[in-house]
C-alpha cells in the first residue's frame, strides 16, 4: 500500500501517465478528478477515446486525418488543386485551414528526415506525393515543414527532388513573429528577418 | 473544416480539454498521440477510467478511496488505533503514506471549509469523525490540512470543536522545506520556522 493506491487508481494514474505532457502528478490529478465526475462523464471520456479510434483514418490521397476518404479538403470541388502544401502531420494541416488564408490542397509526409530516430525519406509519404504530380495539374508545391534542423532537412531534400519537375518550389516565410519584440528575436531569426526583407 | 477537426476527433480533444492540467494545445497533443497507438493501448486507457468508475468507492470509516470498504488502512490490524490524521483529500492520504513515518489511521474530510467556495464546516466529514472518536479509544487528532487559508481555518475550527474532548490535538510542522534556501524563503515560512525552532 505504501506509495502507490488501489489496483484501479493507480492503473488509471499509470494509463495517463502515459500521454505525452502529463507527468506522475498531473496523472494523479486527473485521476482524482475523474473519480469525482459523475458517471456519464467519464463514459463520455471513454467512448470518446474507442470512437476516435474505430471512425478516425487517414484520407488515401493526402494522409491527413479524417472520418471519410478522401478527406473533405481532397473532395472539396472550390479548393484550388493547382498548389499543394506540404505539411509534417496532419495537425499542421488544421493550423494552416485556421488562418484561413491557404484554398489549395495539402500533402502529409508523416514526419520530417530525423537521422537520429531513424527516420529516412523512405519513412516519408514521398511515393504517394511523386504519384500525385503525375497528373501534371499541380503547377506549386508550399513546402510548410517546421523550421528547425529536421523540417530544413527535408526542405533541402525534398527542394532537390522535385527541382527536375516542371512545378514551383515555396516555402514558408521565416521571419518576426508578429506581436513580438526586435528584442527578443534570436540571431537567427533575425537574420532571415533581414535577409528576407520586403517592399512596403 | 476551419478551425475544427471532424467530429470523432474534435470531440476526443474537447474531452481532453474538460480534465485539470490539459489545455486546447495539450488535448490536441494527445489526441493526436491516441490516433498514432495501436488499437489495444487505447482500449486500456477507456478501460481504466471506466473501471475505476465501477469498482472504486469510498470507504465508510475513513472516507479515503479503496477498492473494499473498509479500506485496507482501516482493516490493517498493524496500524495505530489509538492516532487519527485529518486529511483535506484522499491523495493526501497517499502523500502521508509515502513518508513512511505515520502508522496510524485517516480521516478524509473531504476538503476544507472556504466561505469563497460556499463549503462550510456542514459539507465536510466532521458528523462522521465525531462518530468514530465517541469510542474513547482515540487519544489524539494530528490536523494536516494543506497550509493555505482555507486549510488554516478549517484547522482553527476543528481545533476549537475538539477541545472540549480529552483528545490531543496536533498539527503538522510549518517550517523550511528541507533541501530549500533560506534565501528565497517566503517571510511567513520564516517565521513560523523560527517561532517552531527546535532544540538540536
Known amino acids: ?10 492503473d488509471l494514474i499509470d494509463s495517463f501517465a502515459k500521454l505525452p505532457g502529463i507527468g506522475p502528478k498531473g496523472a494523479q490529478r486527473i485521476a482524482f478528478h475523474l473519480l ?11 467512448d470518446a477515446i474507442i470512437t476516435v479510434k474505430e471512425k478516425v483514418r487517414f484520407c488515401e490521397i493526402c494522409g491527413n486525418v479524417c472520418e471519410t476518404s478522401p478527406c473533405p479538403i481532397c473532395q472539396d470541388p472550390r479548393r484550388d488543386r493547382s498548389v499543394i502544401c506540404l505539411v ?5 494541416v488544421m493550423s494552416i485551414e485556421r488562418t484561413g ?21 523512405g519513412d516519408l509519404r514521398i511515393p504517394e506525393l511523386l504519384q500525385r504530380l503525375k497528373s501534371g495539374e499541380v503547377k506549386e508545391i508550399i513546402l510548410a515543414l517546421d523550421p528547425n534542423i529536421e523540417g530544413e532537412a527535408t526542405t533541402t531534400y525534398l527542394a532537390r527532388l522535385l527541382d527536375p519537375l516542371e512545378i514551383t518550389v515555396t516555402r ?24 528576407g526583407r520586403r517592399a512596403v
Chains 1, 2 share one sequence.
Open 88 to 92: 509534417e502531420e496532419p495537425k499542421d
Open 101 to 121: 488564408e491557404y484554398r489549395g490542397l495539402y500533402h502529409v509526409l508523416g514526419g520530417a528526415i530525423d537521422p537520429m530516430s531513424n527516420v529516412g525519406p
Open 172 to 195: 514558408l516565410a521565416s521571419g518576426l513573429p508578429v506581436g513580438s519584440d526586435l528584442e527578443y528575436a534570436d540571431e537567427i531569426t533575425l537574420g532571415r528577418a533581414i535577409s
Open 36 to 46: 469525482g465526475v459523475d458517471r456519464q462523464s467519464a463514459q463520455d471520456l471513454a
Open 1 to 10: 500500500m505504501a506509495g502507490t493506491y488501489d489496483g484501479a487508481i493507480q
